[in-house]
Each structure stands twice: as structure tokens, then as C-alpha cells.
């Protein structure tokens, strides 16, 4: 499971790395949750990389009411051609979501410990996703989106039994195609990240899992100042 991510990079950055030309004006942002905005990044009817705002908690086209809908915020990379909600979206709708790093907790309830987790060398990423434009009884249209998890990889293990799919930069091409890439070869580009990809930091615990101003930032920052922008 991956409920805690960050974008802290520039949005300058975020533009150069992923070849978009939007120029959207969004910030920074340290502990971002479900249902808040996400950056994301898919192809136009062109083919060519856009950048979009979405929610993040995927509602697919048969929810009647979201109140009553479960925040789908992950989806198991496994179960996606099985599930009726994700099927149509793997198929038609993948995008990449851009990150710095992500957050788990780990240990016994009441006593969990944050970790951030990131590139050993930092760096921006991209989780795999996939996104839905759900119609709203009033005629209004909100874009929403999930991240892919898959079996942890060394790293992850002691500490979730889930981790999001962070995919290769050589394969983000294939993973938007949607015309020319089946889903069947898609999710082939999928899996847990080499084990020396991340390193897990430990955090001061301070915060905790429900808070909304940051999940503790004590050994995070000793290579990048914390940032503590309001939410979107």
C-alpha cells in the first residue's frame, strides 16, 4: 500500500524530466494524501505528454454516488484485467505520477514508525498509474487517478507487505501507449523495484499516519531543506 508520497521537486524540474510543455503552477508539496489534487502525466489524443491535476482515488464510470464509493487510491497490479474497476483504465487510461519518495509506517498499532522512502542517489520517479474521468448527475466531470502496487522488493519487505510500482524511465514510453501497447504488455513492464533502487529513512514519529502536516521530517532532510506548503 502506498498512502503518503511526496513531490517536492520544481515544477520546472517536474516539466524537463518528464517532456511536457504545460506549464502548470503547482507546489511543492511534502506529505500528499488521497483524495487530494495529484500530478499527472499522460498522453493527449496526439500522442504527445500533458500534464494534469487529478484526485487521487480513482472513480470508475459505474460509481453512482462517491460518498458511498472506497477511496481507490492503489490498485494491485495483479488484479487489474480481473477487477471491473480498473480494466477499462489499464487498457486505455495508464499515466505516470511523479514523486520524490513515499512514506510506510511499520511496528504495532499505536507505536508505528514512519520511513521515508527514496532513490539511494535522489531523484524525481514515476509510479505507475491509471486514470478515470467520472460524470458527475450535475454534467461536471472530476479526474481521478490510483497508483499501482506490487510485491515489496528487499527493501520494502520489513516494512510493508505492498509497494507502489516505480517504473524504469526507459519505459514510460510503452507504459502511456495505449494504442500500441496491449495491457497484457504493459503490466509485463511491471514489478517491484531492484532492491538497491531505494533506501529507507527513518523518520522521528512524530506525526503520524492521519495528519495532514507531515509525517515527521527529522532524518529526511538532512540532504533536502523540509518544505511545508499549503495543500492544494
Not at 508520497?5 to 507546489?27: I, M, Q
Not at 474521468?133 to 505492498?162: M, Q
Request: proline fraction near 12%; aromatic fraction near 10%; include cysteine.
Amino acid at each position: 500500500m502506498c498512502s503518503r508520497y511526496d513531490l517536492t521537486s520544481p515544477p520546472e524540474a517536474v516539466r524537463a524530466y518528464f517532456g511536457y510543455s504545460d506549464k502548470p503552477n503547482f507546489p511543492p508539496r511534502d506529505n500528499i494524501r488521497p483524495t487530494e489534487p495529484i500530478a499527472v502525466v499522460l498522453l493527449d489524443e496526439t500522442g504527445a505528454r500533458r500534464f494534469r491535476l487529478m484526485r487521487w482515488g480513482l472513480l470508475p464510470h459505474f460509481v453512482k454516488d462517491p460518498k458511498t464509493f472506497p477511496t481507490l487510491f492503489n490498485a494491485r497490479s495483479e488484479e487489474l484485467l480481473s477487477k471491473p474497476s480498473f480494466r477499462n483504465a489499464v487498457r486505455r487510461r495508464r499515466c505516470l505520477i511523479p514523486a520524490d519518495g513515499f512514506y510506510e509506517w511499520t511496528g504495532p498499532k499505536g507505536q508505528r514508525r514512519p520511513y521515508y522512502l527514496r532513490p539511494r542517489t535522489p531523484h524525481l520517479f514515476a509510479f505507475a498509474g491509471l486514470y478515470e474521468s467520472w460524470s458527475e448527475p450535475e454534467g461536471g466531470v472530476i479526474d481521478t487517478a490510483t497508483l499501482l502496487t506490487c510485491e515489496p522488493n528487499a527493501t520494502i519487505a520489513p516494512l510493508h507487505n505492498r509497494m507502489p510500482v516505480i517504473l524504469a524511465p526507459d519505459r514510460y514510453g510503452a507504459w502511456l501507449d495505449t494504442k500500441d501497447v496491449s495491457a497484457e504488455d504493459a503490466l509485463a513492464l511491471t514489478g517491484p523495484a531492484p532492491d538497491d533502487f531505494l533506501e529507507a529513512i527513518p523518520l522521528s514519529g512524530k506525526k503520524s499516519e492521519g495528519n495532514r502536516d507531515g509525517p515527521g521530517n527529522s532524518d529526511k532532510n538532512d540532504k533536502k531543506e523540509p518544505r511545508q506548503p499549503p495543500l492544494l
